[in-house]
T-cell receptor, first 111, second 111 residues
Framework: NAGVTQTPKFQVLKTGQSMTLQCAQDMNHEYMSWYRQDPGMGLRLIHYSVGAGITDQGEVPNGYNVSRSTTEDFPLRLLSAAPSQTSVYFC??????????FGQGTRLTVV | AQSVTQLDSQVPVFEEAPVELRCNYSSSVSVYLFWYVQYPNQGLQLLLKYLSGSTLVKGINGFEAEFNKSQTSFHLRKPSVHISDTAEYFCAVSVAYKYIFGTGTRLKVLA
């Protein structure tokens, strides 16, 4: 039982490049979310999903896309990377309103 | 709108001393409350949660928190801290489909 798996762990992008951060969970959780963590700002919600085929925006969605074709996977796409997207990204999943399980994070640097 | 406030961005405390990390929330609907801990370069893990029932909640590693509905607070306490408690602590509320985090409190335990 791996829990929530994020790949890659580290990534350096050039401004304007695109990439996909992968997130997979093996707990059959309906709810999945993407957060970014920046110093002094806590975790801010980018996008979330309440089930396969259903996604919605969080508080900082600009520059990011998501899709949820299966219960297990919830990839986050950066369309055209900008230095402001340098951050640590966390994926989380949960069964309902209670405990969330987090991946180990992806440290992204945009130069 | 719901929000979570952690007033203390950093809390230094000597080893074996007690500590309290403060969390206040605002919400017009009932919430579930959580404390998560993040060790350096790791994801978040659950310390404790309040869903209903007793307002004093015990968690892992000797931490506890008290839900105070009238003061809309959920402060985290530990009677005697250890060096290994050095980490960042996040308070969070779960409302409908969303998790909302505070900005975090960095606890530094001094020898």
């Amino acid at each position: 039982n791996a829990g929530v798996t994020q790949t890659p762990k580290f990534q350096v992008l050039k401004t304007g490049q695109s990439m996909t951060l992968q997130c997979a969970q093996d707990m059959n959780h309906e709810y999945m979310s993407w957060y970014r963590q920046d110093p002094g700002m806590g975790l801010r919600l980018i996008h979330y999903s309440v089930g396969a085929g259903i996604t919605d925006q969080g508080e900082v969605p600009n520059g990011y896309n998501v899709s949820r074709s299966t219960t297990e996977d919830f990839p986050l796409r950066l369309l055209s990377a900008a230095p402001s997207q340098t951050s640590v990204y966390f994926c989380a999943s949960r069964r309902d309103r209670t405990e969330a399980f987090f991946g180990q994070g992806t440290r992204l640097t945009v130069v | 709108a719901q929000s979570v406030t952690q007033l203390d961005s950093q809390v230094p405390v000597f080893e074996e001393a007690p500590v309290e990390l403060r969390c206040n929330y605002s919400s017009s609907v009932s919430v579930y409350l959580f404390w998560y801990v993040q060790y350096p370069n790791q994801g978040l893990q659950l310390l404790l949660k309040y869903l209903s029932g007793s307002t004093l909640v015990k968690g892992i590693n000797g931490f506890e928190a008290e839900f105070n509905k009238s003061q809309t607070s959920f402060h985290l306490r530990k009677p005697s801290v250890h060096i290994s408690d050095t980490a960042e602590y996040f308070c969070a509320v779960s409302v409908a489909y969303k998790y909302i985090f505070g900005t975090g409190t960095r606890l530094k335990v001094l020898a």
